[in-house]
């Protein structure tokens, strides 16, 4: 009889949505297991949220059907959920753009998180592979420093007295939560986190790599055509160099070459450009130019503290017509990444495009063969890579091709007074850049041609995955 009374009165509290432990009961097997001499406490791991919860925890999920979501809690380990109605927050309470849902009948939120972001407050990116500048705004889960050691939790006890923890009134603008996840809260070089140390309290800095933002654009649609291509911003194309050279007799100085940014000091053109064999202090290089003569707002120059011109370069052939140029700087720094101004990626050594793949070249070359003079702005033109067959002395006059070549030009038809695009003199020593993961990848360097923009006649260029080691090698202090 006592047996049967006390099974009512537990199932009369289950119905209310409590949970009571009678005296009779072990209350440790509700919260802990043992197996052998190893226990462990029981949690629940929602992956929507990616959050962690205590056994009998609660928490809203953000599953909207209509103007519901779903109300969880972690029992024995799996949670248990069900719709629950939901209003509008009264004040904002989510993070990166997320849309914050306030049950009906209790105080607890839910915010529901645009794409790649997850978190109680949408607060952790999903696919934070690396950081940006100092990595303040990183978001991610990495959780692992430089020596390999596991970040502590932010809300961890062992933190106590410390700065920066899960308590801080602003813990969660600086990402700090429940979790032990890389942030730089302190505006610090990079990401760290608290770790312990041979027992000791100290910190460490995240092994995450830096993000890499070569071959990023803010492209704009050209809006007027121009023979040969294009006219188009500096912003389009920010790796686009101007080289300049001091003339020998008279004073001022006259655009030489079109040049390739593929890191803060370092510069790619081609080797035909430097016969002269220029002395370095008598080279200028502008970065972020439109106009070829008319200074930008946002432009960077540079002296040159030196140039490299390939060692086997043939000024026959132009095989090899390749050449490195450094910037000078008083600092490891050189140019400054902006809008107007950034690298672009060198290309993997293995990089194989499909034959007839469309890609950019830019430059501030003639409109024409028979134009009197260069470009007063930026051109671009598009143009499609040529399969080998197609790329030999046959197609070009029985000029010399070699492995270290590569053709690109204007398929187009559209009969003999087609406008085709095409790179003419002046554009040498400028990119041709082909779309690979999202990313302007350099795949070669304007180097010559029969003419400009002739009908079934390509371009020629330097193939830069030929020099990748060349490149590195002369890059080296």
Not at 169 to 188: E, I, M, S, V
Request: contains cysteine; hydrophobic residues 30%.
């Amino acid at each position: 009889m006592k047996n049967k009374m006390k099974r009512e009165l537990l199932c009369v509290l289950l119905l209310c949505g409590a949970l009571f432990i009678l005296p009779s009961q072990e209350t440790h097997t509700h919260t802990l297991f043992r197996r052998g001499a190893r226990s462990y406490r029981v949690t629940c791991r929602d992956e929507k949220t990616q959050m962690t919860y205590r056994q009998h925890e609660s928490w809203l999920r953000p599953m909207l059907r209509g103007n519901r979501v779903e109300y969880c809690w972690c029992d024995s380990g799996r949670p248990q959920c069900h719709s629950v109605p939901v209003k509008g927050c009264s004040e904002p309470r989510c993070f990166n753009g997320g849309t914050c849902w306030q049950a009906l009948y209790f105080s607890d939120f839910v915010c529901q998180c645009p794409e790649g972001f997850v978190g109680k407050r949408c607060e952790i990116e999903k696919n934070g592979d690396c950081y940006t500048g100092r990595g303040l705004a990183y978001r991610g889960t990495h959780s692992l420093t430089t020596s390999g050691s596991s970040c502590l939790q932010w809300n961890s006890m062992t933190l106590i007295g410390k700065v920066y923890t899960a308590w801080m009134t602003n813990a969660q603008a600086l990402g700090l939560g429940k979790h032990n996840y890389c942030r730089n809260p302190d505006g610090d070089a990079k990401p760290w986190c608290h770790v312990l140390k041979d027992r000791k309290l100290t910190w460490e800095y995240c092994d995450i790599p830096q993000c890499s933002t070569c071959g990023l654009r803010q492209y704009t649609q050209p809006q007027f055509r121009i023979k040969g291509g294009l006219y188009a911003d500096i912003a389009s194309h920010p790796w686009q160099a101007a080289i300049f050279a001091k003339n020998r007799k008279t004073p001022g100085e006259r655009f030489l070459c079109g040049g390739i940014l593929i890191s803060s000091c370092w510069l790619l053109s081609a080797a035909h450009c430097f016969q002269e064999r220029f002395p370095p202090h008598h080279l200028k290089v502008v970065l972020g130019r439109t106009y070829r003569l008319v200074p930008g707002e946002e432009e960077q120059k540079f002296e040159v503290e030196k140039y490299i011109v390939h060692q086997e370069f043939d000024d026959d052939t132009y095989d090899n017509d390749i050449a490195l140029l450094q910037l000078k700087s008083d600092s490891m720094q050189c140019a400054q990444e902006s809008d107007t101004v950034r690298t672009v990626c060198l290309p993997e050594a293995d990089l194989q495009l499909p034959d007839w793949t469309e890609c950019e070249l830019s430059g501030y070359g003639k409109h024409e063969a028979t134009s009197p003079f260069y470009s007063e702005r930026l051109k671009e033109a598009h143009v499609r890579l040529y399969p080998a067959s197609r790329c030999t002395s046959q197609y070009l006059s029985n000029r010399t091709i070699t492995d270290n070549m590569l053709c690109a030009g204007d398929t187009r038809t559209g009969g003999n007074q087609a406008n085709l695009h095409d790179a003419c003199q002046g554009d040498s020593g400028g990119p041709l850049v082909c779309m690979q993961d999202n990313h302007m990848t350099l795949v070669g360097i304007i180097s010559w041609g029969l003419g400009c923009g002739r009908k079934d006649v390509p371009g020629v260029y330097t193939k830069v995955t030929n020099y990748l080691a060349w490149i590195q090698d002369n890059m080296q202090p």
